[in-house]
């Protein structure tokens, strides 16, 4: 069954500190794999995309990874502001017209 | 300039009532979508259209039903309100045919449709 994972539901950090978020996915065929931030009262938006081939991208403070043999992307934010408090979706792209969402992970960052 | 926008914002109504959300785009996607977020922020699809067909229908109650005047909007018509309905719809567009995902996914800021 096509599935996204994320972890942990939820974290809370001071500002400046560093965290990671973890998207574990069990979808074949994979394509691709899309990181959104969606902020309160918002809808979703794209910070980054890491197909099959890419290990590590980077987004000003966002950095991405993807390990295709482990089936698992992380989002790694440093030096945290307090305007990153949102919630964080990994969406996988597997085919059959279909993407595959995450539950997500609410961030919130206090200072 | 707003990408995609979505009208109402807020939609508070009873039971049984009928209503209507709209959406439109201007990036000149050929694909619109509606999802559902609901109160664990999971977002499901519902419905795809690409220039005016659709494409995706979910498992959604037939009281939903999208229409697609062109392919700059795509609108959400839901008879006969229940409680479950209630959760946040958004309308989002994207360049290229449903679920490849190459191109991101352009959300609206979403409609919180309350059902009391």
């Known amino acids: 069954k096509n599935q996204v994972e994320q972890s942990p539901q939820s974290l809370i950090i001071l500002e400046g500190k560093n965290c990671t978020l973890q998207?574990?996915?069990?979808?074949?065929?994979?394509?691709?794999l899309r990181w959104y931030k969606q902020d309160t009262g918002r809808g979703p938006v794209s910070l980054t995309i890491m197909t099959f081939s890419e290990n590590t991208k980077s987004n000003g403070r966002y950095t991405a990874t993807l390990d295709a043999d482990t089936k698992q992307s992380s989002l790694h934010i440093t030096a945290s502001q307090l305007s990153d408090s949102a919630s964080y979706i990994c969406v996988c792209s597997g085919g059959y017209n279909k993407l595959i969402f995450g539950a997500g992970t609410r961030l919130a960052v206090h200072p | 300039d707003t990408a995609v926008s979505q009208t109402p914002k807020y939609l508070v109504t009873q039971m049984g009532n009928d209503k209507s959300i709209k959406c439109e785009q201007n990036?000149?996607?050929?694909?619109m979508y509606w999802y559902k977020q609901d109160s664990k922020k999971f977002l499901k699809i519902m419905f795809s259209?690409?220039?005016?067909?659709?494409?995706i229908n979910e498992t959604v109650p037939n009281r939903f039903s999208p229409k697609s005047p062109d392919k700059a909007h795509l609108n959400l018509h839901i008879n006969s309100l229940e409680l479950g309905d209630s959760a946040v719809y958004f309308c989002?567009?994207?360049?290229?045919?449903?679920?490849?995902?190459?191109?991101?996914?352009?959300f609206g800021n979403g409609t919180r449709l309350t059902v009391t």
């Open positions: 998207c574990n996915y069990t979808v074949s065929p994979f394509s691709n």
């Open positions: 990036l000149g996607h050929d694909t």
């Open positions: 259209y690409n220039n005016k067909e659709l494409i």
């Open positions: 989002a567009s994207s360049q290229e045919s449903p679920g490849a995902g190459w191109s991101p996914l352009h």
